[in-house]
């Protein structure tokens, strides 16, 4: 009788740990279409996460209304969006990378070569634009790693995103060579106790504002 109930605890776990949400979607096809269906993944589809995240930024599995499945890499489509209570919770989109940055392994950690990725969008709205990714980094010995989130702003006008880097002085002058235009801008890159985490949304909202004004 013990040995039957640990074995349904553990099944209880087990199923507990791999259940998996049919969640409402959509998607943007690259010829400007939009397609409703359902999108599989295992946390509330009104808060991600990182698990969600890690395989959202690379690629998708999506059942359109008919009942296809299609698997989609950020190269295949504009992006996505998943609902909840029928409303836009959140939103995807591919993002091209440059040159440079497929060339810069060391932000991955790996071998692999990523041309394009889905950016989680933080702020969508707006000249410059604020994105996430999430990847899983592997320890050089192979005996572990960890997820990693990486921030990436991209302007309307460039093809291509940047990856924010860490906090420091390599942040700062990225920052200034990116956004130094905008005087506001520039005034709190330049105070030597500014803080990526909490200054982003006060940077990109500012960069905005000024540029509406301007143009």
Not at 144 to 156: A, C, E, P, Y
Not at 159 to 186: E, H, S, T, W
Not at 207 to 213: A, I, L, P, V
């Amino acid at each position: 009788m013990t040995r039957y109930i640990v074995f349904l605890i553990a099944f209880l776990i087990t199923n507990f740990i791999d259940a998996k949400n049919e969640v409402p979607a959509i998607v943007y096809t690259l010829d400007g279409d939009t397609v409703s269906g359902t999108l599989t993944i295992k946390s509330n589809p009104c808060k991600l996460s990182d698990k969600d995240l890690l395989h959202l930024n690379h690629s998708i599995q999506f059942t359109d209304s008919k009942g296809e499945i299609h698997n989609y890499t950020p190269s295949d489509i504009k992006g996505f969006a998943i609902l909840c209570k029928g409303k836009v919770a959140n939103s995807f989109t591919s993002l091209h990378l440059s040159e440079e940055i497929i060339d810069d392994k060391s932000w991955i950690g790996t071998s692999d070569t990523l041309k394009a990725v889905f950016g989680h969008v933080i702020i969508g709205n707006g000249f410059l634009k604020q994105y996430t990714f999430t990847g899983f980094r592997f320890v050089p010995t192979g005996t572990g790693g960890g997820r990693f989130t990486l921030v990436l702003l991209k302007k309307d006008s460039e093809p291509n995103p940047i990856i924010v880097k860490d906090n420091g002085k390599a942040l700062r002058k990225q920052l200034l060579d990116y956004l130094g235009d905008c005087p506001k801008v520039k005034t709190i890159l330049e105070i030597p106790a500014f803080s990526a985490k909490k200054g982003f949304k006060f940077i990109v909202s500012d960069y905005n504002t000024w540029h509406n004004s301007n143009n």
